[in-house]
């Protein structure tokens, strides 16, 4: 049975009442506050990214405190970085891309499969109080867990597990969002999206061709798939039999 990493209820509904206070709280005392605001401006609102709310929460969130120590030299820079155990923290004009794709409004349910660093669902923590994420990584699961709640954004909820089964018990789910490339999309979240829900997935082989899909799911339950453009993902990882 998979071990899940999660708040207590009362934390979750307590929480919910309130928005995420930790990142915003030290913004104005905060030494990189310019170099994010650079970034939104630069790399993401320059390429097309319209989402006001979007851009709001990528110049909230402190995407220096989800980078290790070590690999801090630029956390910023229009380029993934090294969080270990073979993974990254996206490139944020590709976190904003993907962002702006799922159309997320307050009240909305939406999961994450590939925590990392916390990064994403911090981002996805700004625009609702119902971010779930799973990381299969025990070490990246209890630190993401750590800075998220350091960070105030203690309604996201993390569990350790494979994300290629979804979270079934807490579906359906009105947007989803994959951090790394499945081979193909993964029946299981297809069946947990939510009539009228949406899907942005990286799908590819690791040394082959990677395309970012955005899969709809219509109110009569008819799913559509349209590509969106190539990407480069680390591969989603799977826990062996």
């Known amino acids: 049975m998979h071990r899940a990493i999660q708040w207590s209820l009362a934390a979750v509904l307590f929480a919910g009442l309130q928005a995420p206070s930790g990142a915003r709280?030290?913004?104005?005392?905060?030494?990189?506050?310019?170099?994010?605001h650079a970034?939104?401006?630069?790399?993401?609102?320059?390429?097309?990214?319209?989402?006001?709310d979007v851009l709001a929460a990528m110049r909230r969130v402190p995407r220096h405190r989800m980078i290790p120590e070590r690999y801090r030299r630029d956390?910023?820079?229009d380029h993934p970085v090294p969080i270990g155990y073979g993974?990254?923290?996206?490139?944020?004009?590709?976190?904003a891309y993907m962002t702006e794709q799922l159309d997320v409004r307050p009240g909305d349910r939406v999961l994450e499969i590939g925590t990392g660093s916390g990064y994403q669902a911090a981002v996805l923590a700004e625009l609702t109080t119902n971010v779930y994420t799973i990381e299969i990584v025990h070490e990246l699961a209890e630190s993401a867990q750590t800075t998220l709640a350091e960070l105030g954004y203690h309604h996201v909820r993390v569990?350790?597990?494979?994300?290629y089964n979804g979270w079934e018990s807490e579906a359906p789910w009105d947007a989803i969002v994959v951090t790394a490339a499945a081979?193909?999309?993964?029946?299981?979240l297809v069946r947990q999206l939510k009539p009228g829900g949406t899907m942005c997935i990286p799908v590819g082989s690791r040394f082959g061709v990677q395309y970012l899909l955005l899969v709809e799911k219509d109110a009569e339950?008819?799913?559509?798939?349209?590509?969106?453009?190539?990407?480069?993902?680390?591969?989603?990882?799977?826990?062996?039999e």
Do not use: C, W
């Not at 709280?25 to 994010?36: K, S």
């Not at 939104?40 to 006001?52: D, M």
């Not at 081979?183 to 299981?188: C, I, L, S, Y």
């Open 25 to 36: 709280a030290g913004d104005a005392q905060d030494p990189y506050r310019d170099l994010r």
């Open 39 to 52: 970034m939104v401006a630069e790399q993401i609102a320059a390429r097309g990214i319209t989402n006001e």
């Open 75 to 77: 956390p910023y820079g």
């Open 87 to 95: 993974q990254t923290i996206s490139q944020p004009y590709i976190v």
């Open 159 to 163: 569990r350790e597990a494979d994300g």
């Open 183 to 188: 081979e193909h999309v993964p029946p299981p």
């Open 221 to 240: 339950g008819n799913v559509t798939t349209r590509n969106l453009m190539a990407v480069r993902f680390v591969p989603l990882t799977r826990k062996k």
